[in-house]
């Protein structure tokens, strides 16, 4: 299972890379091909020069080509949102987590009733998830234990000043707590960063928690940490409210009314 998740882990980052770079040289190459075509015209009249513009020409058109399927490998690692209960989600992965992390973690989750509906791609989800319960194996050699939370929270101005990213309002929070041997302030400050690393080299890739990030982003959402040597350390993702979620409530009360008149 770690060795996929860290494959799955490198094939986004390559697969964001390449989207990203694809992207960017398609528009070049448009600008190439563009004034090609123009130099085309300007020298019909002059065979030797036709030629070269021409043999140009074939070669930015192989290179568009060539970024085309770059950027279809790249858009197969698309999410797929879905609207998600995750408890629901959470509950159903609990066994996984533990049969991950080992017996002598104790597993611990704690569920908010009527916990708010959010949209995110459920495979990364239970990715990132997965990949925040090995780095807690991973800080707890001794054992331990550990929590996940789900909480329904209302992000105020205060909060969102230091996140630029999202806008006040309602969020699900889900956070991942370990008693383990946390982090000073300079592995803090980092753990973000792909290809950050602490771990000895074919232990980690430094990817799980810049995954972990761009998945919260790619949600809508944004992911924090705390850690305090010694003590442990909780990642919390939090993600939006979903909106469809409340039709889909109205749908039940309407339903729950009907039968008693
Ligand atoms: P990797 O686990 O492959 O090293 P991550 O991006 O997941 O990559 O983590 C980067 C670094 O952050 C780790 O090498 C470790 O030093 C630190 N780290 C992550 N999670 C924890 C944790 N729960 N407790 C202590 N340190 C952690």
């Known amino acids: 299972l770690e060795a996929r998740l860290m494959q799955a882990q490198k094939m986004e980052a390559i697969g964001q890379l390449t989207g990203g770079i694809a992207h960017d040289f398609n528009n070049l190459l448009g600008v190439v091909i563009g004034n090609l075509q123009l130099l085309d015209r300007s020298v019909a009249e002059t065979p030797t020069l036709a030629r070269k513009v021409h043999t140009a020409m074939r070669a930015a058109a192989r290179g568009a080509d060539l970024t085309r399927r770059l950027l279809a490998f790249a858009r197969r690692q698309i999410l797929a949102p879905a609207v998600l209960d995750l408890n629901r989600q959470l509950s159903g992965l609990s066994e996984l987590v533990q049969r991950t992390i080992g017996e002598s973690i104790e597993v611990r989750m704690i569920q908010a009733h009527d916990l708010w509906h959010t949209s995110a791609d459920p495979g990364q989800f239970e990715n ?54 946390g982090m000073d302030a300079e592995v803090l400050k980092r753990v973000f960063e792909p290809f950050f690393t602490t771990k000895e080299s074919g232990k980690g890739s430094g990817l799980g928690l810049a995954m972990v990030h761009s998945f919260a982003e790619q949600a809508g959402g944004i992911a924090t940490i705390e850690s305090t040597v010694g003590t442990g350390t909780t990642v919390t993702i939090y993600l939006p409210r979903s909106k469809e979620e409340q039709s889909e409530r109205e749908d039940t009360i309407v339903t729950r009314v009907a039968p008693g008149g």
Not at 137 to 147: E, F, I, S, W, Y
Not at 150 to 172: H, M, R
Request: hydrophobic share 40%; glycine share 8%; net charge negative.
């Open 128 to 181: 990132a998830i997965l990949n925040l319960a090995i780095n807690a194996r991973d800080a707890m050699p001794q054992g331990g234990r550990l929590t996940v939370r789900t909480q329904n929270v209302t992000l105020d101005a205060k909060f969102c000043n230091d996140y630029p990213s999202i806008e006040p309002g309602d969020f699900v929070a889900i956070s991942v707590n370990d008693n383990g041997v």
